[in-house]
């Protein structure tokens, strides 16, 4: 019963004298019901699972709010491409949506004809092909490397990832209970985590997880780094997820899949870089056959199964790399016109970018006065319109160093971006 419904009632019978003596008990009455709303107030709201924000996403509403406001910005924020996905893969999802069928729930772990795509495509570009019923269509890669965390540990248990990183792996790590362990990947290291220190520090991670081509730096590790961390999670027990989103966009050779040196890894990938599919939030795993099980169940409990009509509509995707490279040539000429126009303060002791679609500009030679990426970025925003990454996301460490440059834009934009970084840069370092 709520207590307040009850207090008109006992101050109307306190205003008869004759009932003075009810008034004491209307006030307890009044004040009980204050507790209660105080109670009521205090609703559970989860303090364990409370992560930092995703802060390429916050610009992202950054640009949204000025947008609205007619401001013309250009974008480097968002690590997503500018291109739709070929046309064919455009007509599939546009046929699939006048069948009754793809209206359905799929199975959990996709529909077997794109899990048998999704296998072929391997034996094109590695030369390999997976078992399909190894093959798990998930709702993005995020959702990969979650699911991954979920049927691969425990809570408590410690997983290394490199630093600087995707984000995302170290807040849904903390936000399932699991332990991110920081592997430094910076210049010092020439980019890539060194795992022999792990095992001589009696340090040995439940996990290892690593992206190649890498996020936010675009470094792509050499075949022998993929075979060797294969060969030293195998031999150490721990168990590897390797995310290979970014396969596909490299700009002299395509790198080797750690499918082809491990049985015990769980390969991450997606249909949002390479593919043009970003919004469709479709992407897939490779499992080892122990890992089966359990994913699935997790799957099935979770989301019930990936989107039918997006499947057949991914179905295509595999269909014509030949226009889906064409967008990796413009890559790498966006790459080559920012390393020129931009001056080389400003991209300082960068990351070789030789993969993905980023440049980790370090700004530390940019002033003697500190710059702080995250101040800059918010400027270069509001007064040069150019929108781009805070290194904060990705290394809370040394972060504030460095900036993301994401070149999945047009050329055009590239110039654009150069040229107003080029006017604006000079009163920027003069206020600081
Ligand atoms: C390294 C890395 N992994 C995973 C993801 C998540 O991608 P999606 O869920 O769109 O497949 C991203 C997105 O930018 C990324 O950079």
């Known amino acids: 019963m709520n207590l307040a419904e009850l207090w008109p009632f006992y101050s109307e019978f306190a205003k008869h004298p004759s009932d003075r003596s009810i008034a004491p008990l209307a006030g307890i009455f009044y004040f009980m019901n204050k507790i209660e709303v105080v109670f009521q107030m205090a609703i559970k709201v989860s303090t364990t699972n409370r992560i930092p924000p995703f802060l390429a996403m916050e610009m992202m509403n950054a640009t949204r709010e000025l947008e609205v406001t007619g ?93 600087p990183g995707y984000p995302a792996y170290r807040n849904v790590m903390k936000a399932l209970g699991l332990e991110p362990l920081l592997l430094p990947s910076r210049a010092a290291e020439g980019w890539v985590p060194r795992l022999e220190a792990l095992a001589n520090e ?27 961390i294969c060969h030293w999670c195998d031999a150490n027990g721990v168990r590897l997820i390797m995310d290979e989103i970014y396969h596909g966009l490299t700009f002299d050779t395509r790198p080797t899949s750690a499918l082809l040196h491990s049985n015990s890894a769980i390969v991450v990938n997606s249909f949002s870089k390479y593919f043009c599919m970003t919004g469709w939030r479709l992407g897939w795993m490779i499992l080892p056959d122990d890992l089966l099980e359990i994913t699935e169940r997790l799957a099935q409990n979770l989301y019930i199964g990936p989107s039918r009509p997006m499947q057949e509509g991914a179905m295509a995707a595999f269909d014509d790399y030949d226009i889906l490279d064409q967008n990796v040539l413009r890559y790498r000429e966006n790459r080559d016109v920012l ?25 530390t030679q940019l002033s003697k006065t500190a710059v702080n990426s995250l101040d800059f970025a918010n400027a270069m925003l509001r007064e040069a319109h150019v929108a781009c990454t805070s290194g904060v996301d990705f290394d809370q460490e040394l972060g504030h160093r460095h900036l993301r440059l994401s070149y999945a834009g047009s050329t055009e934009d590239m110039k654009k971006a150069s040229r107003r970084i080029n006017s604006w840069l000079p009163s920027y370092l003069k206020s600081l």
């Open 71 to 163: 401001a013309d910005l250009v974008h480097l924020e968002v690590g997503q491409p500018s291109t739709p996905p070929p046309p064919a893969v455009l007509r599939a999802l546009t046929t699939s949506l006048g069948t009754t069928r793809t209206h359905g729930y799929s199975v959990a772990f996709g529909e077997l004809p794109l899990r048998q795509r999704i296998a072929a495509h391997y034996e094109d570009w590695y030369d390999c092909r997976p078992d399909p019923a190894n093959i798990a269509v998930t709702l993005g890669s995020s959702l990969g490397f979650t699911l991954a965390f979920l049927g691969a540990f425990d809570r408590g248990d410690r997983i290394a990832i490199a630093n």
């Open 202 to 228: 009696g340090n040995l991670p439940d996990g290892l997880l690593l992206a190649s081509p890498a996020n936010p730096t675009g470094v792509v590790m050499s075949d022998a780094d993929v075979k060797h």
């Open 339 to 363: 390393l020129r126009e931009l001056p080389p303060e400003f991209l300082g002791d960068m990351a070789p970018a030789d993969g993905a679609f980023y440049i980790y500009a370090d700004l």
